[in-house]
């Protein structure tokens, strides 16, 4: 089998024959390609992602959403493959959840970040997730912490993920400043991602915001229509 | 592992062992040597309404360029409230499915209810999570439970979408054209038949892989309505020709009887205990 082993197939390509009534998007695996983004601000964290779900060239889900709970005050907003991300973050849910329980008290963002970089360290290369993880707590308040594919964990004040977020680094480096308070954080969110879904083809739909503070969770939405519009071409 | 939990699938269930070797011969081959399996080539559509859920299916199961059935059910039975549609390889749909119906039975026996949709959902995920793809399985799950009416699409990588209105399977394009059209929420229960039924036809006439009759099953908090046929293929041939033939119409040319020498070796009488 010494030969079969060297030409293993890479998981997500491919199911079987390759059957002409069968479409090219009913054998691509479907992937989140996608923008999402997270910002810290004094008391918590703001976080945003737009809504497609590709598989291959046909929107599988134009209102999907990005935004898991994975705790009362910690979110992941996620972006790469659906299927790995969705069970990474069940996965990551149910380790929080018994651990909270156990230590009877909320957990920390960072202790969720720490389970999803375990699990996206572990198995790199089969799996491929880029996810933010981002919430409140008591000891550190709102921190977002960026666990990119191959299982890497930083903390940063902003960050920016998946397909799109390449085209706004420019725009979130020039007007990101620290101190911004929640409502500049929730503008400068829906304005990058509404730059994002303009340029990159696989992000688009509505855009989901949501806010984690001490206070609890805020979810919004912004429609197609009421996008922030910035091109005069 | 608690009682009212569900019962692990067996190791012995899929065995995946082939896979690599199969991918490996077919690109040393180049060229469609391996057998195909039967794919149902499908459109399949579900949409919400008022009271309940809709969905609807098509009936032709395609092996390659031919027609192998042409009244192929495909919206499968999971629990008295639950029904999915499958669209992918015929084994692989209609096994995961059946293997999902009996855990949810053993479910409902051990637990006195009806099982939750979002369950069902999470066992397929699960399932076809673990194996990566290799089943070719593309799932609508609708059904009606305690906390509403539910309508739910499982991807063969395991992944979940929570719509309102779905079409999945090679027709799904003409069929979702057709929901984006016409779907509102809340819709009355002959609308929606109606909705779905004008998807389902707009994929069998739009896609070669889907044909011949619609069928329809609408979930409500009250019970099933599974209707088969819910409308009937214009092109239905009519066959002329009678292919029942009578007793005699082989005529026998030679008879030869050979008798087999049979002898008694051993007699040995048990008796029952029938105490």
Redesign the interface.
């Known amino acids: ?1 010494a ?3 060297s ?3 890479i ?2 390509h ?6 002409d ?3 090219d998007w ?1 054998r691509e ?2 992937s989140t390609g996608t923008t999402i983004m997270a910002v810290e601000y004094d008391g918590g964290v703001v976080i945003g992602a737009d809504s497609r ?1 590709t ?1 291959g060239a ?1 929107i ?2 134009r ?2 959403d990005k935004l898991t709970r994975i705790h009362d005050r910690i979110y992941c907003c996620r972006s790469g ?3 790995d991300t ?2 990474i973050a069940e996965v990551v849910s149910y380790q929080l959840g018994f651990h909270s329980v156990e230590l009877d008290e909320p957990p920390l963002v960072e202790t969720a970040a720490n389970l999803f970089r375990a699990s996206c360290y572990r198995y790199r290369e ?1 799996l491929m997730a880029g996810i933010l993880v981002a919430g409140w707590d008591r000891r550190k308040g709102g921190q977002v912490y960026c666990v990119p594919i191959g299982g890497m964990l930083v903390r940063q004040p902003v960050a920016v993920g998946g397909s799109g977020s390449t085209y706004v680094y420019g725009f979130m480096d020039s007007n990101y400043k620290p101190g911004l308070n929640k409502d500049q954080c929730l503008e400068l969110t829906a304005s990058a991602l509404s730059l994002a879904m303009e340029r990159d083809g696989s992000s688009g739909g509505v855009i989901r915001l949501a806010s984690i503070s001490e206070d609890g969770v805020e979810r919004r939405v912004i429609l197609g229509d009421q996008l922030p519009r910035f091109s005069t071409h | 592992m608690a009682l009212s939990t569900v019962l692990e699938t067996p190791g012995a269930g899929f065995n995946f062992e082939n896979a690599t070797r199969n991918a490996a011969l077919e690109g040393l081959f180049g060229g469609g040597q391996t057998p195909k399996p039967l794919k149902t080539g499908t459109t399949i559509a579900g949409v919400v309404f008022k009271d309940g859920v809709v969905l609807g299916a098509d009936t032709r199961a395609t092996s390659s360029e031919v027609v192998a059935d042409k009244m192929c059910a495909k919206i499968h039975y999971i629990s008295p409230n639950i029904y999915c549609c499958g669209a992918g390889t015929a084994a692989d749909t209609e096994k995961t499915t059946d293997l999902l119906s009996s855990n949810l039975s053993i479910f409902s026996l051990n637990s006195g209810r009806n099982p939750r949709v979002v369950m069902a959902v999470n066992i397929l995920q699960d399932m076809l999570y673990r194996y990566h793809g290799q089943i070719g399985a593309n799932l609508i799950l609708g059904g009606v439970d305690c906390t509403g009416n539910h309508l739910y699409t499982v991807g063969p990588y395991g992944d979940i979408n929570k719509v309102p209105y779905l079409a999945m399977g090679s027709g799904d394009l003409a069929a979702l054209g057709i929901l984006e059209d016409g779907f509102k929420h809340n819709l009355e229960l002959e609308e929606a038949k109606e909705l779905v039924r004008a998807s389902i036809h707009a994929g069998i006439m739009s896609d070669l892989g889907s044909g011949n009759n619609t069928d329809i099953c609408v979930i409500t908090k009250q019970g099933v309505d599974y209707i088969r046929p819910y409308q009937e293929s214009e092109y239905k041939d009519k066959r002329n020709i009678k292919y029942r033939y009578r007793p005699g119409t082989t005529p026998v040319l030679t008879e030869k009887v050979v008798t087999l020498k049979l002898e008694v070796v051993q007699e040995a009488v048990q008796k029952m205990d029938t105490a």
Not at chain 1, 14 to 19: L, M, P, T, V
């Open positions: 089998m030969a079969a082993a030409m293993m197939p998981f997500g491919q199911i079987s024959s390759k059957n009534l069968v479409p009913n695996e479907v779900t598989t046909y599988a889900n209102v999907t493959s659906a299927a969705q069970a089969e």
